[in-house]
C-alpha cells in the first residue's frame, strides 16, 4: 500500500508543480488587457522608450516616452467608430524632428509619427461608436521595430501579446 501512494505522489506532484509553473508564468500579455486607468508608472523617468495607452471617464490615451530622442512611429484605426476630439499632447510641429499625424478623411483612422526624448508626447482622444474597436499599431525606433514588452497598458501596466492589438472602445 505504502508502494502505491510513493508512485502516485511521484506522478501527481512533479505533473501540479509543472502545471502550478506554467500558470505562474502566465504574463499579462497572455490575460484580457484591462485598458483602465492611467498606468502606474512615472511617464517621464523611463529607462527605455516605451507606450502607455490607457482608457479614463474622459476618453482613451497614448503617450510616447523615453530617456534618449527616438522615433515611435504607428496608427491608430477605429472598427465601428469615428474620432470625435483628438488633441496633442507635446508634439512639435517645426523644425528636422517636427513630428506629423494626421487623420483620414472618414475619422477612423490616425497615423502618426513622433520623435521624444527626455519627456512624453501623445494624443487623448474620445471614440463615437457603440460597439466601437481600437485597433493600435506601435512601432518604435527607425527601423520601425514592434516591441510590445515596451507597451503598456492600462493602471496594471500590462503588455499586450503583440504590438498590433485591439481594445472595445467602451468599458
Known amino acids: 500500500m505504502m508502494r502505491r ?3 502516485v505522489l511521484l506522478v501527481v506532484v512533479p505533473v501540479t508543480v509543472l502545471s502550478f509553473v506554467a500558470r505562474a ?3 499579462p500579455a497572455t490575460a484580457m488587457l484591462d485598458p483602465d486607468g492611467r498606468p502606474d508608472q512615472d511617464l517621464v523617468k523611463v529607462d527605455n522608450a516605451r507606450y502607455y495607452v490607457w482608457r479614463e471617464a474622459n476618453g482613451w490615451h497614448i503617450r510616447t516616452a523615453a530617456k534618449g ?3 515611435f512611429k504607428g496608427a491608430i484605426k477605429l472598427h ?3 474620432f470625435g476630439k483628438v488633441r496633442q499632447i507635446g508634439l512639435e510641429t ?3 524632428y517636427a ?3 494626421a487623420i483620414n478623411a472618414s475619422r477612423n483612422e490616425l497615423r502618426f509619427e513622433i520623435y521624444t526624448g527626455g519627456s512624453f508626447d501623445g494624443f487623448d482622444f474620445d471614440v463615437r461608436g457603440k460597439d466601437a474597436e481600437i485597433e493600435y499599431d506601435l ?3 527607425e527601423a520601425g521595430r514592434r516591441m510590445q514588452r515596451r507597451i503598456f497598458v492600462g493602471r496594471n501596466s500590462a503588455h499586450p501579446e503583440k504590438s498590433t492589438f485591439t481594445l472595445p472602445a467602451a468599458d
Open 94 to 96: 517645426r523644425g528636422k
Open 139 to 141: 512601432r518604435i525606433g
Open 5 to 7: 501512494y510513493a508512485i
Open 80 to 82: 465601428r467608430g469615428t
Open 69 to 71: 530622442f527616438l522615433k
Open 25 to 27: 508564468d502566465d504574463s
Open 99 to 101: 513630428d506629423r499625424w
